[in-house]
């Protein structure tokens, strides 16, 4: 019994530790996302592909673009973006807890 309450202790500062390490990421953090509700990004992860892409096969790149607003994209094609990233999203709703269960073995393996 006593060997379980250890590991439950553990857990339980473990996941202390991660909890207040990812609060001090937040407020350390160097930018804010919030102005993305109001403002669009100067360059996307794709705009800049796209151009490094077009420079690498000496071609000039073009922006060809136009901002329109989320409520204006359909919820769909606004779902497949989240697909696409992460197929399993859905499932987890942002937390992997395979991961925590992982985690949890290596520590009963301690």
Not at 14 to 31: N, V
Not at 71 to 100: C, M, N, P
Request: aromatic share 10%; net charge positive.
């Amino acid at each position: 019994m006593s060997q379980v309450t250890g590991k439950l202790k553990l857990w339980l500062l473990l996941s202390t530790l991660c909890l207040l390490a990812l609060g001090l990421l937040w407020l350390s953090w160097p930018f804010s996302l919030k102005y993305l509700r109001t403002q669009n990004p100067v360059e996307t992860s794709m705009m800049k592909f796209r151009r490094q892409q077009a420079r690498a096969l000496h071609r000039t790149y073009r922006l060809r673009q136009q901002w329109v607003p989320l409520e204006r994209i359909s919820q769909l094609l606004q779902k497949a973006v989240i697909a696409a990233e992460d197929d399993t999203f859905y499932q987890h709703a942002g937390w992997i807890l395979t991961i925590f269960g992982q985690v949890l073995r290596m520590i009963g393996n301690i």
